[in-house]
């Protein structure tokens, strides 16, 4: 029998296993949108605004390792998305973002609600697809989910115009697709295997960095084994953590620009460097000609194109994550050579001299609420449990140093391009995905009011996310550069006229709660986590001043790292004992 | 470094603006492109001359490999190859330039393919070096317009970039 190009769309997602669509409606999608309505087995999240479509199907996919999908009309309903894709095209996260375009005769017309939806998203997509024919829908959809979750994956963005979703076809999904331009390696190069693990034991200050690589890999178990089996110290990236347990010794915290002392301390020093599923991000390296100058390096990447594109690699491997990491265990296992237990004696001694300055603390006798001691709280709470998604800003980096992720997939935040706005639309996708587990957003007073609209849909569905708002009166991020790097001209970095948050959270049907005491945060929170079925938006009036530590500034190297003034009385060894 | 790297394209809309949004979204250089249908209908071949360091070529080459479009690619000055550009050039033909024009196309054996009164108009083919020698002994006669197709290359021997028809995967023979 024939199908509608609509209907044949629709099809396609229930047969990928689709469970949901995030998107608005508009004339374009309109054929679709009455397709969906024909049908009950994937279900259509109705967002207030694309960006938080994307976000959303972004929140799910991080959170579950599936494809995010999201649906949205021609013209402004596409470009709305694109922040949402390049989120996720940052941070390697699989999307499809279906998009209405204008009828085929229309296309180059200047029609209304027209753009050149596959020429705008072209540099921030995997691939991007516009489909000509209703023939090729179906193969088109079949590719887009290929392309998105395998390999290094990303978002695919399929473009349809209208009159397509109308013509009939036949319908059939493949079952199976082969690219002869896209065939992702998996395993790495025995060779280069080979000479990786020579390397490995061959250190005597190892570092093993890790990112967002072993989360996308599903290789936080294999990881875990690796590092366990050689002893050897673990930092992860923004993106990387709860790639491996933050609770476990081997773990030294997280590295880069608001990473912990040891961790930067431990890369800057080290002679062997294992980075896997990690980039060598800015925010990581530091400068790139003070990192890691004694360092013979070691590089896992899925992605070709990531290695040696920063730093150069002595060993590279392309490979997943997951497979390299086998093979590596495997073959240290297999070799009669040992880690050298006297250096890594020392070593750890190193380390855990640098550990005990203990870098993250804060002044906990204050009048004043510190952020730091609100995370606490919630790690506490929740014991180490929930989903925590976050936005961009101080809060971020707070949520990550004081938040200790034990799994993968906990952890969702916008490391790549550092987005605004993120935070409570992802939440959305995250508490969707797991509808029985506490989801928290970690936002400040400037980022939750880019999506703010979202509150409305949270209401629609139920979603009972629990907003933990850092409201500081300031972009705070944004007052800490000034106030260190523009001798404390704070330029438009204050957050005026603001809302009262708990009223505006009770205006969309929500709770609202304001914290002003240090005393009353452990309450508030412990009462926000029992309203199970509602979302809370605690509004935490915090410290102003306060600052993210250890800080590297830009153009730095990891040893140039700047600590906390609370911890001015201890001294800093910057060198090698 | 000048490099010329040879490609094979899905015979997509879209596929070129890919490559060629590729280079000025990471800052690299384009010096010539040139991108025709091959035998094979749904492939084009593309060659494309630019310049940079080894790690910049290595990036180029990693990053134009990401493109799902791009099936195959080799860089043709790994290895011996053959390079031609196409010329055509209008020039003032008129007095003495009439004469010495004709002279120099015979010397750098290149065909007059268009004939007035004032001017003519010269085809050649060869390499850049050979091409811009020309264009500089035309100079003082007086060049009214230049075309260059952009450099087309081929590795010379066995090696080649091609697609394996029967298995539909794309594979580069290296002999
Ligand atoms: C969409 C967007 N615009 C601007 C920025 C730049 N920026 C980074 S952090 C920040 C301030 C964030 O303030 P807030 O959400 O209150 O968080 P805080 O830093 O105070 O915790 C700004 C403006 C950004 N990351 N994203």
């Known amino acids: ?577 | 470094m000048r490099h010329i790297i040879a490609m094979l394209l899905e015979n997509e809309a879209g596929a070129l603006s890919r490559v060629a949004g590729l280079f000025s979204a990471r800052g690299y250089n384009i010096e010539s492109l040139s991108v025709a249908p091959t035998e094979d209908p749904t492939l084009s071949r593309l060659t494309l001359v630019t310049t940079g360091s080894d790690e910049i070529i290595e990036q180029i080459t990693k990053q134009l490999n990401k493109l799902i479009d791009v099936v195959r690619l080799m860089e043709l000055t790994d290895g011996p190859h053959i390079e031609r550009e196409l010329l055509l050039v209008k020039v003032n033909a008129a007095g003495n330039a009439r004469e010495e024009v004709k002279r120099l196309a015979e010397i750098f054996r290149g065909r007059i393919i268009d004939v007035t009164d004032k001017n003519y108009t010269v085809e050649l083919t060869g390499d850049g070096e050979k091409l811009d020698a020309f264009i500089e002994a035309l100079r003082p006669s007086g060049i009214v317009e230049v075309v260059r197709s952009g450099v087309s290359g081929i590795a010379r021997g066995d090696r080649s970039l091609r697609v394996e028809k029967t298995s539909a995967r794309a594979t580069a023979t290296q002999d």
């Open chain 1, 1 to 577: 029998m024939e199908l509608s190009g609509a209907d044949i769309l629709i099809r396609c997602l229930q047969d990928e296993g689709v469970e949901y669509i995030f998107g608005y409606p508009g004339g374009a999608a309109l054929h679709i949108y009455d397709a969906l309505y024909r049908q009950d087995k994937v279900k259509h999240i109705l967002v207030r605004h694309e960006q938080g479509a994307a976000h959303a199907a972004d929140g799910y996919a991080r959170s579950t390792g599936k494809a995010g999908v999201a649906l949205v009309t021609s013209g402004p309903g596409v470009t709305n998305t694109v922040t949402g894709i390049a989120t996720a095209y940052m941070d390697s996260s699989p999307l499809v973002v279906i998009s209405g375009q204008v009828p085929s005769q229309l296309i180059g017309q200047d029609a209304f609600q027209e753009c050149d939806a596959v020429g705008i998203t072209r540099p921030c997509v995997k691939h991007n697809f516009l489909v000509k024919d209703v023939k090729d829908i179906a193969i088109t959809i079949k590719k887009a989910f290929y392309i998105a979750t395998t390999g290094r994956p990303g978002p695919v963005l399929v473009d349809i115009p209208k009159d397509i979703t109308a013509h009939k076809a036949e319908y059939a999904y493949p079952k199976t697709i082969s690219m002869r331009s896209y065939n992702p390696v998996t395993k790495g190069h025995p060779g280069q295997i080979k000479k990786a693990v020579e390397l490995i034991l061959s250190a005597k200050r190892p570092m093993i960095y890790t990112g967002g690589g072993i989360i996308w890999a599903e290789a936080a178990e294999e990881l875990t084994d690796f590092v366990r089996l050689l002893g050897y110290p673990c930092t992860n990236t923004l993106m990387g953590l709860g790639g491996y347990p933050a609770t476990d010794p081997l773990f030294v915290g997280m590295l880069g620009m608001h990473g912990t002392y040891e961790a930067n301390m431990g890369t800057h020093q080290s002679d062997v460097l294992i980075a896997i599923g990690a980039r060598f991000d800015d925010r990581v390296t530091g400068e790139l000609s003070k990192f890691c100058p004694h360092a013979r390096i070691v590089h896992v990447d899925i992605d070709p194109s990531s290695i040696a594109k920063n730093v150069p690699v002595e060993v590279p491997i392309v490979g997943s994550a997951k497979a390299v990491l086998q093979e590596l265990t495997k073959a240290i296992k297999a070799t009669k050579k040992k880690p050298d237990a006297a250096a890594l004696k020392s070593w750890w001694a190193q380390i855990n001299e640098w550990r005990a300055l203990n870098c993250l603390a804060y002044d906990r006798k204050t009048e004043l609420i510190k952020p730091q001691y609100v995370l606490e709280k919630l790690y506490e709470l929740t014991k180490g449990q929930a989903y925590v998604t976050s936005d961009v800003g101080q809060h971020q980096m707070w949520a990550a140093q004081f938040y200790k992720f034990d799994k993968p997939r906990h952890w969702i935040n916008s490391g790549g391009l550092g987005t605004m706005g993120f935070g409570l639309p992802s939440a959305m996708g995250v508490q969707l995905a797991h509808p029985n587990k506490t989801v928290a957003c970690v936002t400040g007073e400037a980022s939750i009011q880019m999506c703010i609209q979202e509150l409305s849909t949270c209401k629609q569905y139920d979603l009972p996310i629990k907003i933990i708002n850092l409201n500081n009166r300031y972009m705070g991020m944004v007052r800490q550069w000034q106030e260190f790097f523009y001798d404390k001209r704070y330029s438009h970095s204050y957050m005026d006229a603001l809302p009262d948050f708990e009223r505006l959270a009770e205006a969309y049907g929500h709770v609202g709660m304001k914290i002003e005491k240090p005393g009353d945060v452990e309450g508030a929170l412990k009462e926000a986590l029992k309203l199970k079925d509602r979302l809370v938006f605690m509004d935490f009036i915090t410290d102003q001043a306060e600052n993210v530590f250890p800080m590297i500034p830009a153009g730095k190297g990891h040893n140039e790292i700047i600590m906390s003034p609370f911890l001015a009385a201890a001294p800093i060894n910057r060198e090698l004992a």
